[in-house]
């Protein structure tokens, strides 16, 4: 049988068994403090802020057309009902009518939906057109779901790590020696130990995959909602140009503890963005990576000189042949 791996930290694979003792991990970049007003839940009843263009623009098409026209649809459904119930009363219609059709009505009624729909349409098509359409990406981050946390890879970058909710101090499955969840590194069940950064202004390109069941990538302030498939490959994308922390989960139910894989993003400078890559042990891409030393000449050989421009270079003259060696097959016979 084989073992299955535990995980490095976070969050333990069975219910209620506590994790395995690990070595405390140094974490020598300083996490930006999450601010309560943008990029996690803070009890309003609309959308989350957004900050991506597209978000701004599902938004928008949201908030001013698609909530006005739900208004306005209800409103003169509840005038015509009403007016309806006090016009055709039976008091008011002591001998009922016989009409059993109204052409114009009939008209009315099947070319006002086709035009609400053709008016909800356009801007929908616009909105996948401009989804499905990315620009080119700066930076292509593979995010990989397993049970129960994510695994985040910089291919160009050279940077790979996984990332585990970050447990309450109190929570009697987490090792002494685990770090606990503070008020900096964001809200209960919301803040991960290692956090997914992402330069600020830079189009980012997500390839979401899974190695186990399906999961979900969601990050409610990007407009980022993207299925994580086993043996598939989706691509999403987003550009931030407000540095911030922006909270998010799996949104697909994937197991006992589906509700323990937060997903934390810090967007930060450029400047920054460097920084974290070369403390992660990476590098930007284009930049290859420091190389080692070339080998040095064995002692005792030496090394031949550089050719001067213009200068024949002189062969070598042969080396003396060993009699013995040359007539050994001679000498054999």
Known sequence: MTAVATPPAGTAQNPGQPDAAQPPKANPYEQMAPSPDIGQPNGGDGIQPQVTPIGEEAAYFHNYWLLPLCAIISIVVLALLLWAMIRYRRGANPVPSRNSHNTLIEVIWTLVPVLILV??????????????????????????????????????????????????????????????????????????????????????KFIVTADDVIHSFAVPAFWIKQDANPGQLHETWAKVDRPGVYFGQCSELCG??????????????????????????????????????????????????????????????????????????????
Do not use: C
């Open 119 to 204: 008016g909800i349409a356009i801007p929908s098509i616009r909105l996948l057109r401009h989804t499905y359409s990315p620009p080119p990406a700066d930076l292509t981050v593979k995010v990989t779901g397993h049970q129960w946390y994510w695994s985040y890879e910089y291919p160009d970058n050279g940077v790979q790590f996984d990332s585990y909710m970050l447990k309450e101090k109190n929570d009697p499955t987490r090792q002494a020696n685990q770090r606990y969840r503070t008020d900096a590194d964001g809200p209960p069940l919301l803040a991960a130990d290692n956090r997914l950064v992402l330069p600020a202004g830079k189009v980012v």
């Open 256 to 333: 006992a503890r589906h509700g323990f894989m937060p997903i934390a993003v810090e967007v930060v400078p450029p400047a920054e963005f460097a920084a974290w890559i070369a403390s992660k042990g990476g590098h930007m891409a284009g930049a290859q990576p420091a190389s080692a030393p070339a080998p040095s000449a064995p002692s005792g050989v030496s090394t031949p000189a550089a050719a001067t421009p213009g200068t024949a270079v002189a062969n070598p003259a042969p080396a003396p042949q060993n009699p013995n060696v040359a007539n050994r097959a001679t000498q054999a016979k």
